[in-house]
């Protein structure tokens, strides 16, 4: 029962903001699910794989996915994530949630500033689109997050999309890496004798899908700013105690 709470927060904060709420997935998985760490991060990508890939076809049906720029980004994506996730197989557990720790605070300061003011370029920078998507696309794999707060502004700022294309676009690109990063840690850990619980996954994919339409709904009637900010304080939060009880 506390899994699904933590799913549907994590669905909330999607269709509140957008991005953010993919970064939930692991410390609901560590703390509410009990996974291992090295299941909570993989189980985590396969779970904003699906929830991602909703919104984004959500997305398209409107015609609010700029498709050349999912493949521009999401290809160097996937091969970004596939070597992000055989890192992650390789290196200790603590070492990629120390990591996970210092994207959250990077995406609760993000979260807290805001992207409304981001102006639209006119020309697209296609070589530091596709470094972008490599980087993005490694952290996505080694610790399990959809990095929708790092793609956003990067399809803005580098690929000249503009905002109100960005983050279905940037839903299509998190669901085809996760997949990707997810393919290589399920061949790793179940050669190690580790199992899945898929009962789990698909109960927090589907109350995250959920949330995702209950925060649309919340997002268009309460002031975004004041709950943008409350999540960011949140995040930070959620961060020292993943450092505390998980890292040190």
Do not use: C
Request: without cysteine; positive net charge.
């Amino acid at each position: 029962m506390q899994a699904i709470l933590g799913a549907v927060l994590i669905g909330l904060s999607l269709g509140i903001f957008g991005s953010g709420g993919s970064i939930l997935t692991v410390p609901v998985l560590l703390y509410l699910a009990d996974m291992p760490a090295n299941l909570a991060i993989a189980s985590s990508l396969v779970i904003v794989a699906f929830i991602s890939l909703f919104g984004g076809l959500l997305s398209a049906r409107k015609k609010l996915v700029s498709w050349p720029h999912v493949w521009l980004f999401g290809i160097p994506g996937m091969v970004g994530a596939y070597a992000g996730a055989w890192g992650g197989t390789a290196v200790d557990p603590r070492i990629q949630l120390l990591v996970f720790v210092v994207l959250m605070a990077i995406a609760a300061v993000m979260m807290w500033r805001g992207r409304s003011n981001i102006e639209t370029p006119k020309d697209v920078k296609v070589v530091r689109v596709i470094l972008d998507g490599l980087i993005v696309g490694a952290i996505t794999g080694f610790v399990g997050v959809g990095g929708g707060f790092l793609i956003v502004p990067a399809l803005v700022l580098l690929g000249g999309v503009p905002m109100i294309l960005a983050i279905g676009t940037s839903l299509m690109i998190i669901a085809l890496k996760s997949f990707v990063g997810f393919a290589k840690y399920y061949s790793a850990l179940t050669a190690q004798g580790f199992e899945f619980d898929w009962t789990v996954i698909a109960i927090i994919t589907v109350a995250g899908i959920v949330g995702s339409y209950a925060g649309a709904w919340i997002g268009a009637r309460l002031p975004r700013q004041k709950l943008q900010k409350a999540f960011a304080v949140f995040l930070l939060i959620m961060a020292v105690v993943v450092l505390s009880q998980s890292v040190l």
